[in-house]
């Protein structure tokens, strides 16, 4: 699997992370099972949080591999979110960041991101925060998640260290920063500008959007592969497919790898023969005519 740099960092990736919010359930053998699957096919890269499971995801996680193991991987967690509200104070972040290392059996974590937007954020503390936890080595590099270019710059100004990543909901399903940019002074639904231009901004400032949810559409109303809901979508991801050799999760993936902004989109698959089919797609390369159809068989039409 080809690598990227995340965002102005040094810090080489592989160009898909694995997510790890279902696998809470799952014993140490089938994690182990499932970082090895991961292992094997190039993505070294694992997407956690504090609140994934209640914390089970990062224990079982972090129960399962072994100190070698460790050397060989990145693990980014994120904080943020309590019940009922979110909590970016200093005290927060910093106690979030202790559970998750005693959680995952570790001394440092490679990326730490705030897990969406807290209106009651002060830029000041969470730059204390952030000023803590790499001067005392818990934490190498950080990052956001769901937030607008006005909410990063913003935090941005009081830290001395640069954001080099931003989460967002991304998919063929779910596409309103590419909508919007493509329907540009249209009188429509799809040009209406929901996020400040943040592909764009992103791109500008060298920050790694990671697409959450690839294989979903709506807010986790399911996924749209193999779905009777879109049988255009499907048709055109398997004929495409049958191109290239590769299952339609596969192409789903590579439709987003093919834009050139250099995304990392996280899986959501604790199924491994799935999960190595999201990660195949990093070998293949659609064409602009392909990435094109797709988008039109999602349901976008073009002005």
């Given at each position: ?146 937030q607008n270019p006005y909410q990063i710059e913003l935090l941005q ?147």
């Amino acid at each position: 699997m080809y690598k990227i740099e995340l965002g102005k960092t040094s810090l080489q990736v592989p160009t898909i992370a694995v997510g790890c919010m279902r696998i809470s359930d799952m014993s140490e053998k089938q994690v182990s099972a499932f970082v090895d699957t991961a292992l094997e096919n190039g993505a070294n890269f694992f997407d956690h949080a504090d609140i994934y499971g209640g914390g089970k995801s990062e224990e079982v996680f972090g129960k399962a591999i072994t100190p070698i193991i460790r050397e060989n991987i990145i693990i980014q967690t994120k904080c943020g979110i309590r019940q009922g509200q979110f909590d970016f104070s200093y005290d927060h972040i910093v106690n979030s960041v202790d559970g998750s290392l005693k959680r995952l059996q570790t001394d440092y974590i490679d990326v730490l991101l705030l897990h969406r937007p807290d209106a009651l954020m002060e830029p000041e503390e969470v730059a204390k925060a952030f000023d803590y936890l790499k001067t005392s080595g818990k934490v190498r590099h950080f990052g956001v998640s769901n937030q607008n270019p006005y909410q990063i710059e913003l935090l941005q100004n009081s830290l001395d260290m640069p954001i080099c990543a931003n989460q967002l909901q991304f998919s063929i399903m779910h596409a309103p920063m590419i909508q919007s940019g493509i329907n540009v002074n249209m009188y429509n639904e799809s040009g209406v500008n929901r996020d400040g231009s943040v592909l764009d901004y992103c791109r500008l400032n060298k920050i790694t959007i990671q697409p959450w949810s690839p294989m979903q559409y709506g807010f986790f109303e399911g996924c749209f592969v193999d779905n009777p809901k879109f049988p255009e979508l499907n048709n055109v991801l398997e004929k495409i497919g049958n191109k290239y050799g590769v299952s339609k999760t596969t192409i789903a993936f590579a439709w987003i790898l093919r834009h050139p902004a250099k995304m990392q989109p996280v899986t959501g698959t604790t199924n491994l023969t799935r999960l190595a089919d999201c990660l195949k797609s990093s070998k293949i390369t659609i064409t602009r005519e392909e990435w094109y159809e797709i988008y039109r068989a999602a349901g976008n039409k073009l002005p």
